[in-house]
């Protein structure tokens, strides 16, 4: 079965710092692979999303995530924090049939500052 | 353009009761999924609905069941509730044909609590 494991459950950077959230995914094939945010009492937002394309892909709020095939990462990152950015980050993936994803246990992002 | 619209927002149940939860797909999207996520932690799939059927299922037991309707709209029914179904329930929505750039768009939820 698909999983992915988000390393740190609790990231805290300050304001202007470099972003970086990490994903390492379980899989005997490439996968799909997503990052979504969640801010509080809402629902998941999609970030980027890789589909077999390019390795390095951006997403919206100037995030951008890489695919390292030999690493099993996707992990993402954003090179100026804004306090903005504070919430919850999923990492998910999706087999090829697209049928079911599997999600991170999340990491919260605080921006200090 | 309306987004994935979910009712009710909140919802609070004794144990025993049964409950059922709706879902609006975005426009345009013919595929209804349903996560439940516990306080902490990620979403886990329940089950998917495409063409009124259910086309996938995670782990979770009978007491979980859903609907599709022809309009794709989307009702989540659970049974006999227990104090461990308390969570954020979420609906995603998504186009099936497009898999290959698959991409699931989520409500807002529906926060269940189960005393």
């Known amino acids: 079965a698909q999983s992915v494991t988000q390393l740190g459950s609790h990231v805290s950077v300050s304001e202007g710092a470099l972003v970086l959230l990490r994903c390492n995914y379980s899989?005997?094939?490439?996968?799909?692979l997503f990052w979504y945010v969640q801010y509080p009492n809402q629902g998941l937002q999609l970030l980027l999303k890789?589909?077999?394309?390019?390795?390095l892909v951006k997403g919206i709020n100037g995030f951008e995530a890489e695919f390292k095939k030999s690493e099993t990462s996707f992990h993402l990152t954003k090179p100026s924090a804004h306090m903005s950015d504070a919430a919850e980050y999923f990492c998910a993936v999706s087999d090829l049939s697209g049928n079911q994803f599997y999600f991170g246990t999340g990491t919260s992002l605080t921006v200090i500052p | 353009d309306a987004g994935v619209t979910q009712s009710p927002t909140h919802l609070i149940k004794t144990r025993g009761q049964q409950v059922t939860l709706r879902c609006s797909p975005k426009s345009g999207h013919d595929t209804v999924s349903w996560y439940q996520q516990a306080l902490g932690q990620g979403p886990q799939f329940i089950f998917q609905?495409?063409?009124?059927?259910?086309?996938q299922r995670g782990n979770f037991p009978d007491r979980f069941s859903g609907h599709q309707f022809p309009n794709y709209s989307s009702e989540l029914n659970v049974n006999a509730l227990l104090l461990g179904d308390s969570a954020l329930y979420l609906c995603?929505?998504?186009?099936?044909?497009?898999?290959?750039?698959?991409?699931?768009?989520f409500g807002p939820g529906t926060r269940l609590t189960v005393t």
């Open positions: 609905y495409y063409e009124e059927e259910e086309r």
């Open positions: 899989s005997s094939v490439p996968p799909y």
């Open positions: 995603a929505s998504s186009f099936r044909p497009t898999r290959v750039n698959y991409e699931q768009y």
């Open positions: 890789y589909t077999s394309a390019a390795t």
